[in-house]
């Protein structure tokens, strides 16, 4: 019986790879370093003489029925990772036609924030709700919606980017090669640029001004110790992300945001200025009644979850049959 499935979450650093049974219990998971393999093929040849190897000695080649992929810039509509930024492989690449190929298996393949929008809509935040939002802050920023209960793709795959609008006028440079995104002023160098400058233009005492190098990580850990040069970072950037989220949500009504990512972690300090400025600037039937919520589903574990319900979902396909 065909009762499994394998998910698969590729990030910048590291790959995971694992079985995962029909009422999304994570049964083994293994990985490795995605940097090791700079090279395409090379990297699939590893992933899958490892899932191969993990079946095997598990006992799973007569019981797992299809694959699933999480991976950023991938699209759903074509199976590839298309124009990746922060991944060292480029172009276009058919991964899920690649990865059934090899393994004789169905594959499907969504983008890393379209994954984490279904593994929260069936096992997190979202589960019961049909309208909303997910936006995940970390490196990047990437957005998915759902509407009706399904994640909206538009013509091509690529809708949802709301990280990629235009929020200030030639504003400051983002990773995309465009001025003014919402990404630039609310992902990682978002909050580092913040930081920094607020840190240039006031003489005042600051923890911050203590360490080798500024992170999320270090302003929020400076915020919980009172530091008020740090609370005012999170301050702006909450600013510009309620303004951002506002503009989107005032065209699609969402019964709520969900944030993922790991600057999500930096909780009210970033939250609470962040749905001021979105009640300040949405719509005003809608003020009030979009919550923001911070999903409680750990990272690697939703990713691989998520990309199991695209498992589950995908046409069964083998080259035995």
């Given at each position: 019986m065909k009762n499994k499935v394998i998910g698969i979450e590729i990030s910048l650093k590291h790959t995971t790879y694992a079985a995962i049974d029909v009422r999304g219990n994570i049964l083994m998971s293994e990985g490795f370093s995605t940097t090791d393999?700079?090279?395409?093929?090379?990297?699939?040849?590893?992933?899958?003489?490892?899932?191969?190897?993990?079946?095997?000695?598990?006992?799973?080649?007569?019981?797992?029925?299809?694959?699933?992929?999480?991976?950023?810039?991938?699209?759903?509509?074509?199976?590839?990772?298309?124009?990746?930024?922060?991944?060292?492989?480029?172009?276009?690449?058919?991964?899920?036609?690649?990865?059934?190929?090899?393994?004789?298996?169905?594959?499907?393949?969504?983008?890393?924030?379209?994954?984490?929008?279904?593994?929260?809509?069936?096992?997190?935040?979202?589960?019961?709700?049909?309208?909303?939002?997910?936006?995940?802050?970390?490196?990047?920023?990437?957005?998915s919606l759902f509407s009706n209960g399904q994640i909206h793709l538009g013509i091509d795959g690529f809708a949802g980017e709301m990280g990629h609008s235009c929020l200030v006028h030639n504003g400051w440079q983002c990773g995309c090669g465009k001025k003014g995104c919402v990404e630039a002023y609310v992902a990682e160098k978002g909050v580092i640029r913040t930081a920094t400058e607020l840190l240039a233009e006031s003489s005042e005492p600051s923890l911050m001004r203590q360490a080798d190098a500024i992170t999320p990580e270090l302003v929020t850990e400076c915020c919980e110790k009172g530091d008020a040069l740090a609370i005012e970072t999170y301050r702006r950037v909450g600013y510009m992300l309620g303004l951002g989220i506002a503009n989107y949500a005032s065209i699609i009504n969402p019964e709520a945001v969900i944030f993922t990512g790991g600057i999500s972690k930096a909780g009210n300090f970033l939250f609470d200025p962040a749905l001021e400025s979105f009640n300040s600037h949405v719509f005003h039937n809608m003020e009030g009644k979009v919550p923001f919520i911070v999903s409680t589903l750990e990272e690697t574990e939703r990713d691989l979850l998520g990309a199991s319900v695209l498992a589950w979902d995908v046409e069964e396909y083998s080259l035995f049959k």
């Open positions: 393999y700079p090279n395409m093929n090379d990297f699939i040849s590893v992933l899958c003489e490892r899932v191969v190897t993990m079946m095997m000695n598990n006992d799973l080649l007569e019981s797992v029925r299809s694959v699933g992929i999480s991976v950023k810039s991938g699209n759903f509509l074509t199976g590839c990772i298309e124009n990746a930024v922060n991944l060292p492989w480029k172009g276009v690449i058919p991964l899920a036609a690649m990865l059934r190929d090899r393994l004789g298996l169905a594959v499907a393949l969504g983008s890393t924030t379209q994954v984490r929008g279904l593994s929260e809509h069936v096992f997190g935040a979202a589960h019961g709700m049909k309208n909303f939002i997910v936006v995940t802050l970390g490196h990047g920023m990437g957005t």
